[in-house]
């Protein structure tokens, strides 16, 4: 009985301090996010193991490894690492149905036990935009529709336009058949016109399985609008006897067929110097006859559209020097000034004489005019001094003439000195008589 007693003793002594040496003893372990396809690495720790086995089971409680033992026959999973302080495992080509809680057991008295969840993300689908039917016309409601499969959790889906975002759109969210995956689908409702033509519409998916790296469907938009017209001219200044070009910018989808040019709603009237070659119309050497309305016409498959331009031709101006005028007194303005006796028909003459250096249609000074004037005065002047140097002499010749009355038959010069005293007597004695 003593030695029955002894040996219980010692039973219990020995399970007291197995039992107190696992006190420090249990497994770590972390959750894992792996993508559906890829691998994944389930790891359990222990930092004090006195050689205490360890044991990876699934979430149906299959053993998958005991210590470096594989007991589960699925080629997908291998033995990583395993020591007294850490068994690691590897599943590859994780699906779906991989998801769920890992147990790592420690086998101490009693069995501790920790728990890693292994989640499987799904990979959305490569997305499809449905609804756009080619040709699309201006001005009609466009509604496209993106929609991508197999997402879990569920993607997001966002639009773009000239890689511009586009909020106001519709956001459908269903789960799949497998009740593990979800369909999103997203609508985008939207008028076109003509500057959507060639605009690339953008769907992109994220998802956090898809590491930054978003997929994109696109569409290329294809628009059919009416044509818009406008002539631009080769200068904005048209002067006469200089050639013009008139050119009919045009656009339009389908693009416009060959223009057609008009002139004050008619045909050109003089084709032979009004060429038109393509979208252009030359005009060789203006004149004043081309002055009118030019309408340019272009049309496609969906309207017709046109632009006029009026055209105004200019004079050509002259090209004058800066000179002075120096008036000068010639036969000819002579002869001109000839009628200067009656002032009316002086002025009236003197102003229809042109300057034919100067401008059609300039209000300046008359340099003709002022020059005409200025010769008038100058003949006028020198008319009177004429006059009265004659005026003078005459004067003069009379006043000899009378002095010398009454000496011319004198037989000496004695007696025609005593005549000519006897005259001045009797001028003096006509003096006294007229006083």
């Known amino acids: 009985m003593i030695w029955k007693r002894s040996a219980v003793l010692r039973f219990y002594s020995v399970c007291g301090l197995l039992l107190q040496g696992s006190q420090g003893q249990f497994p770590l372990t972390q959750n894992v996010t792996v993508v559906e396809g890829g691998?994944?690495?389930l790891t359990c720790r222990v930092d004090q193991n006195d050689n205490t086995s360890l044991q990876w089971s699934n979430p149906a409680q299959q053993t998958l490894y005991f210590d470096d033992k594989k007991a589960l026959r699925d080629n997908r999973i291998e033995l990583v690492r395993a020591s007294w302080h850490e068994l690691s495992i590897s599943v590859s080509d994780v699906s779906l149905s991989d998801e769920g809680q890992y147990t790592c057991s420690l086998f101490t008295m009693p069995v501790k036990t920790s728990k890693?969840?292994?989640?499987?993300?799904?990979?959305?689908?490569k997305p499809q935009i449905s609804g756009f039917s080619s040709p699309v016309m201006e001005g009609d409601l466009m509604q496209l529709t993106c929609k991508t499969s197999g997402s879990k959790p569920a993607a997001d889906i966002r639009w773009f336009k000239n890689d511009k975002e586009i909020k106001d759109v519709k956001y459908l969210k269903e789960e799949d058949a497998n009740r593990k995956t979800f369909t999103v689908s997203s609508t985008l409702d939207f008028r076109v016109d003509r500057s959507d033509d060639g605009v690339a519409v953008i769907c992109r998916v994220d998802h956090e399985s898809l590491n930054a790296t978003p997929q994109v469907a696109m569409q290329v938009l294809e628009i059919h609008y009416t044509p818009s017209v406008k002539i631009i001219p080769s200068t904005p200044f048209p002067q006469e006897g200089q050639p013009l070009i008139l050119t009919c910018e045009s656009k339009g989808k389908p693009l416009p067929e060959p223009v057609l040019w008009t002139k004050d709603g008619g045909e050109l009237p003089d084709p032979d110097r009004m060429v038109v070659s393509g979208r252009e119309l030359n005009i060789l050497f203006l004149n004043k006859t081309d002055n009118g309305t030019y309408r340019c016409e272009a049309t496609n498959t969906i309207g017709q559209s046109s632009a006029e331009y009026v055209l105004i031709v200019h004079d050509v101006p002259n090209t004058l020097l800066s000179t002075t005028i120096i008036p000068s007194l010639t036969t000819a303005t002579v002869t001109t000034t000839v009628a200067i006796t009656t002032s009316p028909t002086t002025s009236a003459t003197t102003s229809s004489i042109r300057d034919p250096n100067a401008l059609a249609g300039q209000t300046g000074p008359d340099h003709a005019l002022i020059g005409g004037i200025v010769a008038v005065v100058v003949f006028v002047t020198l008319c009177s001094i004429?006059?009265?140097?004659?005026?003078?002499?005459?004067?003069?010749g009379t006043y000899l003439t009378n002095e010398a009355k009454g000496a011319e038959d004198a037989p000496d010069a004695d007696t025609a000195i005593?005549?000519?005293?006897?005259?001045?007597?009797?001028?003096?004695?006509?003096?006294?008589?007229?006083?």
């Open 39 to 41: 691998t994944a690495i």
């Open 116 to 125: 890693a969840y292994l989640t499987v993300l799904g990979v959305p689908e």
């Open 386 to 396: 004429f006059l009265l140097g004659r005026y003078l002499a005459r004067h003069k």
């Open 418 to 435: 005593i005549n000519a005293e006897g005259s001045q007597v009797n001028a003096e004695e006509k003096k006294e008589y007229f006083i």
